[in-house]
């Protein structure tokens, strides 16, 4: 029976491309006592499935689907306890994805706005989305040059700003290394400050003090995005007054 249960985890350990011959899964069972083996099995199943959905959310790219929030929302869940995963869970869940990804994205971009720093002037206008937005300290101010953003929330942001420039604009979603998130790092890494323009009409541009500058030039996009704004508090805000 020992045999028989150590080749049947080495198979799932296989299968599931993560050793599950692991000390945190093994040891709530160290004395072998029937009452533990629940905790056991249910340690294990969490330790399956959330290395199942991190291999999901990468390779179905869900980060393009949801805003910065969701995502952080998912990873703390799945952190603590994450969901059973089946091929009917996941195909719900990118279903509703895809079904809600406009408005999805419209309040991730909302939520960019709202949370801007005011103290800049190009940052005054709540629920306006303006040629110019200021957002301060992305990265560590120069010459302190490092891999890690001072506020990942933020950069997390231009890629919420990003997916949803790619809607009104009819663009496709550019992937790891391409997007406007990336980009900003590597030129940051090794130019320290610069622009990274997009084909779309907007650009970012990074200076010494590690505030980014995001830049639109496209008078129709700027409208298309003041147009979702309308639509996101549709209902929301009265008529007059």
């Not at 599931?16 to 249910?42: C, R, V, Y």
């Not at 940052?123 to 989305?129: D, G, K, L, S």
């Not at 997390?156 to 979603?173: H, K, M, P």
């Amino acid at each position: 029976e020992f045999e028989k249960g150590m080749r049947l985890i080495a198979e799932a350990s296989a299968l599931a491309e993560i050793s599950l011959f692991h000390p945190d899964i093994m040891k709530p069972n160290i004395f072998g006592l029937p009452e533990s083996l629940e905790s056991t099995l249910e340690m294990g199943r969490c330790y399956i499935d959330r290395t199942c959905w991190q291999k999901v959310f990468k390779e179905t790219k869900l980060d393009r689907l949801w805003n910065h929030e969701q995502t952080r929302a998912f990873y703390e869940q799945l952190r603590e306890k994450p969901p059973v995963i089946s091929l009917a869970v996941l195909k719900s869940t990118l279903r509703d994805a895809i079904a809600r990804r406009k408005e999805t994205l419209s309040e991730g971009f909302v939520t960019l706005l709202t949370r801007l720093n005011r103290t800049y002037k190009n940052n005054t206008q709540t629920f306006t989305m303006t040629s110019k937005l200021i957002l301060p300290r992305v990265f560590e101010p120069l010459p302190l040059r490092t891999w890690n953003c001072w506020a990942p929330q933020t950069s997390a942001s231009i890629r919420d700003l990003e997916n949803i420039i790619c809607i009104c604009s009819g663009q496709q979603t550019p992937g790891p290394r391409t997007d406007m998130t990336d980009l900003l790092l590597a030129l940051r890494d090794k130019e320290g400050t610069g622009e990274i323009r997009n084909s779309t009409g907007w650009r970012c541009k990074v200076f010494a003090n590690g505030n980014v500058h995001v830049l639109l030039d496209d008078q129709s996009l700027i409208s298309s995005l003041n147009d979702l704004i309308s639509h996101y508090f549709s209902g929301q805000l009265p008529a007059k007054g």
